[in-house]
């Protein structure tokens, strides 16, 4: 069994800054594809950005230049680092892994529960 577990998520005005962490625990040997989705009220989930064992890294459009994704490996942790926040990016975020043998890496077997975002103009 894998938990994944997020935090880092709060309040924060447009411009401004969060870094998101998320944190497995249990059999995660060769978690090798984690990301990051969000979903707003109302909107279906969309990812947000992924990385692989080989470090290979993928972002949506929205957030490209804004935010950048990286695992500490000793760790097992997962961050996301927020910058430039825009009220659009208010959503409920969740970290997310999954076995990786090659390919592209959009992980949907394990979820965390969620951290909130909320960006104010």
């Known amino acids: 069994q894998v938990q994944l577990v997020e935090s880092g998520g709060g309040s924060v005005q447009a411009g401004g800054s969060l870094r998101l962490s998320c944190a497995a625990y249990?059999?995660?040997?060769?978690?090798?594809?984690m990301g990051w989705f969000r979903q707003a009220p109302g909107k279906e989930r969309e990812g947000v950005a992924t990385i692989d064992s080989d470090g290979s890294t993928s972002y949506a459009d929205s957030v490209k230049g804004r935010f950048t994704i990286s695992k500490d490996n000793a760790k097992i942790t997962l961050y996301l680092q927020m910058n430039s926040l825009k009220p659009e990016d208010t959503a409920m975020y969740y970290c997310?892994?999954?076995?990786?043998?090659?390919?592209?890496?959009?992980?949907?077997?394990?979820w965390g529960q969620g951290t909130q975002v909320t960006v104010s103009s």
């Open positions: 997310a892994a999954d076995w990786w043998s090659g390919g592209t890496c959009n992980p949907q077997k394990y």
């Open positions: 249990g059999y995660i040997y060769s978690l090798d594809c």
